[in-house]
């Protein structure tokens, strides 16, 4: 470890924090319908969509209206996204020899990109044409991303409101997410990037000729515009199959920076976001104070681990003298370019937020920063998360924390004013069950099938993580893989598909089910009855539930996996 | 016949998803008895 990793690591937790605040008044503003700086450019074409749509923007929506918006939408995009996929050889673009996508890999990356997780079970560059990415890829990352970040401002007004039988307008916020939010930063980040040296062409893929006077092609396009929206979607499908690791998406340190930035800029915002339209501003950075503690643990241990190297290569006599990579810690698949700070820090990110881009390959990590990894994936993503579901991932555990300690210590359950009863119960225990169903199902039925067992490329504990990750990642929206899986079969395509299914909708269902049952609601004055949910009890009580929360649930399964992995390593075996 | 098979997966899945938000609605206006909190 060194001072200057830790500072790396400082800054970027800094100008998160800095950011919070300026992008949470603005997304209030967005939301709310008031009119904000990019208007006279804009809202032209925000009611041209809404006239040729035939939407009437003031048309508010129950949550049951709310949700089949939601379903619908989806439905069709996962249908088209499919078309595209399955008919590239004959659209434009195509680059020749490029076959269209097999049917099982169609589905999957159609519901993959729309369900705003990006598991690519492909590689991007000898997989899809440039129309593919562009129309398909690009295009479903920023609705995915909307439609995310719709759904919590749709829980956020469940909490605001009172007395009122509808949650907003699915179509408006889709609408006004996409065009006042994603796309101009968007817009801003893809200039910056293209500054650093991303490329931005639709030009064919270069061949040049190596030093050694071979052949090399060069595989290159319209890799800034999508690099944007991967990041800020919380989306994280690479243009490349090394994704952030590819020189051509994160070419410097810099750009390692604006990415971090990128991925975490709205899941934070939305926290302030929450506390300005529910009144106190002070219940948002109580929600960011609990991100931060999570997010910060992570990191620092798993950069310790990193840092620290592999031990059973360590104890091979010479090899810490002669292989400068271990000097520095565990280089194996990490690029020197970022270094072990760069990669922890990239790594927890992508893991926390549910963006699942990678600068480092997370199958070369230590064991234990493997379990990390994983469990930040298992709490529901709650640690800032993708714009959107890591807001209502968190406010879901505040909802079990308050009735927790409402059992305890015999406090009224109540959360910002709202009255927590057993309907909202219910449908959020039924929100946090069905993802690790959903993943601890599929992995164990894909550790005892033979089309499950026939993708690992590990054996053992880790090939037990290969698998575990894969149906981690996807139920919880990441997409991000931990590499070794052979993934792009019929079966893997089939259940991984499934998982993506399930952890997104059958969340987002429950969830406006009771944002629909909260707006309902009088707002209760607070009394002396009234657990104070803005206090750093709170913050360290919501901290255990989330922890224990997990933990109960997914220990057995990470005890089979990373951890007695790590004591195999301690004892000089390697996988 | 893929394609045809594809499709028959999307929509029957959308389907299982409707039927869930409309048992979640059941299971929410359902009464549940005597409020006994405080």
Redesign the interface.
């Known amino acids: 470890m060194t001072a200057l990793g830790w500072l790396q690591i400082a800054i970027f937790i800094a100008l998160v924090g800095l950011l919070t605040r300026p992008f949470g008044g603005y997304l209030t503003r967005v939301y709310g319908g008031q009119r904000t700086f990019l208007q006279p450019v804009i809202g032209p074409l925000e009611n041209t969509l809404y006239r040729l749509a035939g939407i009437r923007p003031q048309a508010e929506q129950s949550w049951?209206q709310y949700?089949?918006a939601f379903?619908l939408f989806?439905?069709l995009a996962?249908?088209a996204l499919?078309a595209l996929l399955?008919l590239q050889l004959m659209l434009p673009l195509s680059s020749p020899g490029l076959p269209s996508v097999s049917?099982?890999l169609?589905?999957n990356t159609a519901v993959s990109f729309v369900t705003n997780t990006s598991w690519q079970s492909y590689a991007g560059e000898t997989t899809l044409s440039y129309l593919s990415q562009m129309a398909g890829i690009t295009v479903h990352s920023f609705l995915s991303a909307a439609s995310g970040i719709a759904v919590a401002i749709a829980f956020i007004r469940g909490f605001a409101r009172r007395r009122f039988a509808t949650i907003g307008n699915f179509w408006v916020d889709l609408t006004r997410g996409t065009l006042y939010v994603l796309l101009p930063i968007c817009v801003v980040a893809a200039f910056l990037l293209i500054a650093q040296g991303v490329p931005q062409t639709l030009s064919a893929s270069a061949v040049a000729t190596t030093l050694e006077g071979s052949m090399q092609t060069i595989a290159r396009g319209p890799v800034a515009s999508q690099e944007a929206i991967k990041l800020l979607s919380g989306d994280g499908g690479g243009f490349f199959n090394a994704n952030s690791a590819h020189p051509f998406e994160n070419p410097t340190p810099l750009t390692n920076l604006m990415e971090l930035l990128l991925i975490f800029a709205l899941g934070a915002a939305l926290t302030n976001c929450f506390g300005r339209m529910i009144g106190p501003e002070r219940q948002g950075w109580t929600l960011l104070g609990v991100m931060a503690i999570l997010f910060g643990l992570g990191v620092a241990v798993i950069y310790a681990l990193e840092a620290n190297g592999n031990p059973a290569l360590a104890n091979l006599e010479g090899l810490r003298t002669l292989n400068p990579q271990q000097s520095a810690g565990n280089m194996e698949g990490k690029e020197i370019r970022f270094g072990i700070a760069g990669s922890a820090l990239f790594a927890d990110v992508s893991t926390a937020s549910s963006d699942g881009a990678v600068n480092s390959m997370h199958d070369s990590f230590m064991p234990l920063s493997g379990g990390i990894l994983l469990g930040n994936m298992m709490v529901d993503e709650v640690i800032v998360g993708a714009p959107g579901s890591g807001l209502f991932g968190m406010l879901l555990f505040c909802v079990v924390a308050v009735f927790l300690a409402?059992l305890m210590i015999?406090?009224?359950?109540e959360y910002v004013g709202k009255?927590i009863?057993?309907?909202e119960v219910?449908?959020t225990i039924?929100a946090l069950l069905v993802v690790p169903l959903a993943t601890l199902g599929l992995t164990a039925i894909a550790c005892v099938v033979e089309p499950g067992l026939a993708g690992l490329g590990n054996a053992g504990p880790h090939g037990f993580s290969e698998i575990l990750y894969a149906y981690t990642s996807t139920a919880a929206t990441n997409g991000s893989a931990f590499a070794g899986l052979n993934a792009n079969s019929p079966f893997y395509n089939l259940t991984l598909a499934l998982a993506m299914?399930v952890g997104r909708?059958?969340v987002i269902?429950?969830v406006l089910?009771v944002a629909?049952?909260l707006a309902a609601q009088p707002i209760i004055p607070r009394s002396n009855?009234t657990l104070p949910t803005d206090r750093a009890l709170f913050v360290a009580f919501l901290v255990g539930v989330i922890v224990i929360v997990g933990g109960l649930t997914y220990l057995p399964a990470l005890a089979l996996g990373p951890i007695v992995e790590h004591f195999q390593v301690l004892g000089g075996t390697l996988y | 016949m893929?394609?045809v098979?594809?499709?028959a997966?999307?929509?029957i899945?959308?389907a299982v998803?409707?039927g869930?938000?409309?048992a979640?609605?059941r299971?929410?206006t359902r009464p549940?008895g005597k409020?006994v909190?405080?």
Request: net charge neutral; hydrophobic share 55%; proline share 5%.
């Open positions: 049951l949700a089949v379903l989806h439905a996962i249908l499919y399955r049917p099982d169609a589905l409402g015999g406090r009224t359950p009255k009863g057993s309907s219910k449908m039924l299914f909708f059958f269902v429950p089910a629909g049952s009855g | 893929a394609d098979i594809v499709l997966l999307v929509v899945c959308f998803a409707a869930y938000a409309a979640c609605d299971l929410l549940v409020d909190s405080l």
